[in-house]
């Protein structure tokens, strides 16, 4: 099931303030990607602006810089093209976003339902005995400000 991150609603930043703090977007996608090899799916983030770092994604993570749209508006097109939006799960805290993408047919997580997903499948991957590619979500929930 592919993932489409609106990322910086999902960091808490503007693209401006983003492109002087690269770390977070880093930090971000470090995250993923260790959810990525945990076996959580296709994951694709857009972020708002243009690629100022070149810096390479972590394995298994794609990213679209939007400039000169907004990440908003660079998702619901791109739902617009696609075949089977249905398919698509956005994850965003950004209500009016998740509206629209559910107009455009799309699934739509928060943040909180997101981590959720991603605390039941590490149980699940830990039960099958790949320590090693653990996900460590309370970290991951603490460093975001995620309450449980």
């Known amino acids: 099931m592919?993932?489409?991150f609106d990322g910086n609603n999902l960091i808490g930043q503007s693209a401006a303030l983003s492109s002087s703090r690269p770390?977070?977007?880093q930090k971000f996608l470090s995250t993923l990607g260790a959810?990525?090899?945990a076996g959580g799916g296709r994951?694709?983030?857009?972020f708002d602006g243009d690629d100022t770092t070149k810096t390479m994604p972590p394995a298994g993570i794609r990213i679209r810089y939007s400039a000169p749209l907004s990440a908003d508006e660079a998702i619901i097109r791109r739902l617009r093209e696609i075949r089977h939006p249905q398919e698509v799960i956005v994850v965003s805290n950004d209500r009016e976003l998740q509206n629209r993408c559910?107009?455009?047919q799309a699934k739509v997580l928060?943040?909180?339902q997101f981590t959720s997903r991603m605390r039941?499948?590490?149980v699940r991957q830990s039960r099958q005995g790949d320590p090693e590619e653990a996900v460590d979500v309370e970290d991951w929930m603490r460093y975001f400000g995620?309450?449980?």
């Open 2 to 4: 592919p993932y489409w």
């Open 23 to 25: 770390h977070l977007r």
């Open 35 to 37: 959810y990525y090899r």
């Open 43 to 46: 994951f694709l983030v857009y």
């Open 102 to 104: 559910r107009n455009s």
């Open 110 to 112: 928060d943040w909180h």
């Open 120 to 122: 039941s499948r590490n």
């Open 146 to 148: 995620v309450e449980e």
